[in-house]
């Protein structure tokens, strides 16, 4: 193959982003898209050029096409496959592919982790939320309404909150078509909530502060929205050095000290505050915690002095 031709096809930085991500792992084409966030169109017609090339070559798996590496260190071409490879990811997609494929092993160790006993964690957790009360939950950044619905599921009633109306969409969309009649959708800012909500049992904020600007305002305001001893609990990621996470996700903090957090609930008048951490899990840059905490009965001590001050 013309070296001048895979120069020229390797100068698009759309198919040189493929191009490394395949070389990497057998990939099929919407897992493509996932990890470039390009058309499907787009990336089939990138995956053809570099198969015209012989860069890549194509297999059948389980009804889908995979797309691998073609080439290897007897090709003279294989320099230039390895400067490819060692230039800057400026898009993070080595860290999504990273997680992906840390998906694709949990899906394939699914079916034998069931058979250990303890192992089956997602059953566990859905069988023991339906032992809870019937709470009142709100939901504190519901995005596209995944969690909320499974609150939904035990809870009396959900209120989903979020600032953005397309993701509000989505999650009636979604509660729609599960059928759920006991959630209700509030577009507000976390900051800053409407007066006159009702009193919730339970305030869930799952990967939600790591986007909002001020996060102990946001953590005063669940305070407020809680019936006198209802609890909070918040889900959040570890400090991380994943940067591309601001301009893609939308982050406003690349995660944080768990005692950051507690402190803040303290502040905002929390007791018997828990941490639970994750094991570092070596495959992902990310670690997730949880946080709970109770709103007491009666402002602590504390409280009352910094709600004076
Ligand atoms: C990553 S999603 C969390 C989704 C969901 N809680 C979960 O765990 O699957 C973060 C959500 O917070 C919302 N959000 C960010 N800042 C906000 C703010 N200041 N007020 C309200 N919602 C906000 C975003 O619109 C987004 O839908």
């Known amino acids: 193959m013309e070296l001048s031709e895979t120069f020229h ?19 099929n084409v919407s897992e493509v ?3 470039i966030g390009v058309a499907q169109s787009s990336v089939s017609h990138h995956l053809a050029k570099l198969k015209a090339l012989e860069l890549i070559r194509e297999e059948r798996q ?8 073609a080439v290897d260190a007897s090709d003279a071409r ?7 490879q060692k230039s800057e990811d400026a898009h993070g997609d080595q860290a ?3 997680e992906l494929l840390r998906r694709r092993e949990d899906r394939h160790t699914l079916n034998e982790k069931l058979l250990e006993p303890g192992q089956s964690w997602l059953l566990w957790a859905s069988a023991l ?5 019937k709470l009142d939950v709100a939901d504190f950044g519901c995005g596209s309404g995944v969690l909320t619905a499974e609150l939904s599921r035990w809870a009396r009633h959900v209120t989903a909150i979020d600032r953005s109306a397309a993701a509000l969409e989505q ?3 979604r509660l729609s078509r599960e059928k759920r009649s006991n959630v209700s959708f509030v577009e507000a800012d976390l900051h800053d909530l409407p007066a006159g909500l009702p009193k919730h049992d339970l305030v869930v904020i799952s990967q939600s502060l790591h986007h909002v600007n001020d996060p102990a305002a946001v953590l005063t305001q669940a305070g407020q929205l809680l019936k006198p001893n209802g609890r909070v609990v918040v889900m959040e990621l570890m400090p991380h050095a994943e940067g591309w996470v601001k301009a893609r996700l939308g982050h406003q903090h690349l995660g944080f000290e768990p005692q950051t957090l507690e402190a803040a609930l303290h502040a905002a008048g929390f007791t018997d505050v828990t941490l639970t951490s ?3 899990d070596g495959s992902s840059p990310f670690r997730a915690f949880l946080l709970t905490a109770s709103r007491p009965a009666r402002p602590s001590k504390r409280a009352a002095r910094e709600a004076r001050a």
Do not use: C, E, M, N
């Open 9 to 27: 096809a390797l100068g698009d930085p759309t198919r040189l982003r493929i191009l490394r991500l395949v070389a990497v792992a057998k990939l």
């Open 33 to 35: 898209v996932s990890l």
């Open 62 to 69: 389980a009804g889908f096409t995979y797309y691998s590496l």
């Open 78 to 84: 294989w320099p230039l496959i390895q400067l490819a």
């Open 96 to 98: 999504r592919l990273t």
């Open 129 to 133: 939320s339906s032992l809870l009360p």
């Open 171 to 173: 999650a009636k969309a």
């Open 278 to 280: 994750t094991p570092r």
